[in-house]
């Protein structure tokens, strides 16, 4: 993928994502869509350490089926993942994509929302962990597909790229989260793609 400030090519971009679809997801003229918090809410950041983490995921919709992954816990994800040292948003949100879907070539476009998590930290004693994720309207430029590169634990869950509707992504997560509320990250995929679906509607 490469980010929106070098785009040089986007014939065919209009059949991946139609203009009507482009701007109905956009109708808010590049304001952020949404901005939530979950988890704790007040924090005194004098008396409890946090520790901070920075994720990019993203939106990636197609023939009215958005790109999710696919794991075998049963739930949807967007692909994504954390922000490495010294790597720009679309840096990180390029080789997270690549690496989880095997897509290599789109655009990285508009900045779509943001969502934080706080909860406290299960490998840091009386600290609280906060994930801070920005999610972008990507397209994708052609359907080259190579090998995902996985991480070990992904690999485990046996992490598979799949299209699929917005509302069987949410159904699919929401069967999940009833059998284990403790699958947190569920919860913020599924409040994004809930905003998404209104958006959409």
Request: hydrophobic share 35%.
């Amino acid at each position: 993928m490469e980010d929106n400030s070098g785009r040089s090519n986007q014939s065919g971009s209009s059949k991946i994502i139609s203009t009507k679809r482009r701007i109905s997801l956009l109708q808010n003229g590049g304001v952020i869509i949404f901005n939530e918090m979950l988890g704790i809410q007040e924090i005194d950041d004098k008396k409890v350490r946090i520790n901070n983490r920075e994720a990019v995921r993203a939106v990636i919709i197609q023939n009215n089926k958005i790109l999710m992954v696919h794991s075998n816990l049963g739930d949807f994800k967007f692909p994504g993942g954390g922000v490495e040292k010294n790597e720009s948003h679309a840096e990180g949100l390029m080789r997270e994509v690549a690496e989880e879907t095997g897509y290599l070539n789109g655009l990285v476009g508009d900045k779509m929302g943001v969502v934080i998590e706080r909860h406290l930290d299960d490998y840091d004693k009386d600290a609280v962990f906060q994930m801070t994720s920005h999610y972008y309207l990507c397209e994708l430029t052609d359907e080259k597909v190579v090998v995902q590169q996985l991480d070990d634990y992904e690999s485990e869950q046996e992490y598979t790229p799949k299209w699929v509707k917005l509302e069987d992504a949410i159904k699919q997560n929401q069967t999940i989260l009833n059998q284990c509320e403790q699958n947190v990250w569920i919860h913020r995929e599924n409040f994004v793609l809930t905003e998404l679906k209104k958006i959409m509607s």
